[in-house]
């Protein structure tokens, strides 16, 4: 749609649809967050996560409403991740 012009895209899409589409994410504004994405829980740096697999994994592996502890989302320094939303 855009092809090589030049973009920046604001929108009220939650659902990751843009990316998926192959829009580059560091040209989107997601008003009301993304589900597709993690972010730090503490606003310790800028940095995003997509989650798919981890997301994936989680529905494979949860038994009555609970998933396994290794899986809740960390990173290296074992800061914990939430779902984005502004
Ligand atoms: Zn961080």
Do not use: W
């Not at 929108?11 to 989107?28: I, M, P, R, W, Y």
């Not at 290794?70 to 939430?82: A, M, Q, Y």
């Amino acid at each position: 749609m855009v092809g090589d012009q030049d973009y920046f895209v604001i929108t009220t899409n939650v659902e990751h649809c843009f990316q998926k589409a192959g829009f580059d994410k560091k040209s989107l504004f997601y008003t009301q967050g993304d589900y597709g994405l993690f972010q730090c829980s503490e606003p310790c740096c800028e940095e995003i996560f997509d989650n798919e697999d981890l997301i994936r994994q989680m529905m494979k592996e949860q038994k009555n409403m609970r998933f396994p502890t290794e899986l809740h989302p960390r990173k290296s320094n074992d800061r914990l991740f939430i779902s984005m939303v502004i």
